[in-house]
């Protein structure tokens, strides 16, 4: 009886014990979607963590808060810009909140690096514009600008658009020496801005069409009249061209990243080249990385 007794308590053990399993197991298929479905919640966020960290780390790489010193400085191109009238102070100061730094730059002028960071973009562009709109070159020369749209020279956003002179934004265009370049200087402000395109056109700085390729031709030419080796002018025009367009050059940072190379390991000219920094091939590298978390959506007007 005893031994009957031992094993009818060890088959109820085992039928209490599938009863369980059979339950936890019915349990656990009922519930099979929604633990699945909060698995790949913690994945997706887990991921969407490490790459909104990733994106930080690129940004500071990209556009540090403390901005760039550049290989150019201003000197005293404010004043002489101003008193050719290529630039009217008043009108200038009135489209822009200028800082006392900035006055000095106008007015005065001033000497050491250029700066730019995300708080005087607009300020950097527009002097430069106003030096690459007056400044002779022989991409006004040789160039589409000299050349197919000779006669159609003030209807483009560069030209036209400059509204800060003193009277017809065409009747600077070209006129005077205020970078004295060599010829030998000036073919290679023609080879480099031939390499460097802006992603707001599809045009080279050979076609500076645009506010933005008027500044950047008059970055090449201050820093070709130094004599800079070309990776570094090149290194400094993707640093303004970063502030103008944080958009785009953050999204082909990511673009680099996820090829196994950062950032400041990438070639400037390459970045600067059609591929990636034409309005067609920065859409392009735009659409192979997708969509990335920005804060806000930013980038530069080809307006003063």
């Known amino acids: 009886m005893k031994i009957k007794s031992f094993l009818s308590k060890d088959k109820l053990i085992i039928v209490v014990a599938f009863i369980a399993l059979g339950l936890s197991g019915l349990f656990l298929g009922m519930n099979l979607p929604k633990i699945n479905s909060k ?12 790459e909104k960290a990733q994106l930080q780390r690129l940004a500071e790489m990209v556009l540090p808060k403390d901005g760039f010193s550049l290989s150019f400085s201003w000197g005293d191109m404010g004043p002489k810009l101003i008193k050719l009238g290529v630039i009217d102070s008043a009108k200038f ?3 822009l909140t200028l800082s006392d730094e900035q006055k000095e730059v106008l007015e005065k002028g001033k000497d050491g690096p250029v700066k730019i960071d995300g708080a005087n973009g607009q300020f950097v562009v ?6 690459g709109l007056a400044q002779k070159s022989i991409v006004y020369d040789q160039g589409p600008l000299g050349t197919q749209y000779k006669s ?11 509204s800060l002179a003193k009277g017809d934004a065409v009747a600077y265009l070209n006129k005077f020496d205020l970078i004295p370049l060599t010829d030998e200087q000036q073919q290679r402000v023609g080879e480099i801005a031939k390499n460097v395109y802006r992603p707001c056109c599809g045009n080279s700085t050979w076609f500076p069409d645009c506010n933005h390729g008027m500044a950047a031709l008059a970055a090449i030419e201050l820093m070709v009249s130094q004599n800079l080796p070309d990776d570094e002018i090149y290194r400094n025009v993707l640093r303004l061209n970063s502030f103008w367009f944080p958009d785009t050059y953050l999204t082909a940072a990511v673009y680099f990243s996820r090829q196994g190379t950062d950032w400041d390991k990438v070639d400037a000219k390459t970045v600067l080249g059609q591929d990636y920094s034409s309005y067609s091939g920065a859409t392009d590298i735009a659409k192979k990385v997708g969509p990335l978390p920005f804060n806000e959506v930013i980038g530069g007007s080809c307006g003063a």
């Open 39 to 50: 698995i790949q919640e913690t994945i997706a966020a887990k991921k969407a963590e490490k």
């Open 152 to 162: 159609q020279q003030g209807n483009f956003a560069s030209t036209g658009g400059w």
């Open 126 to 131: 527009d002097m430069l514009w106003a030096l």
């Open 93 to 95: 100061e009135q489209a």
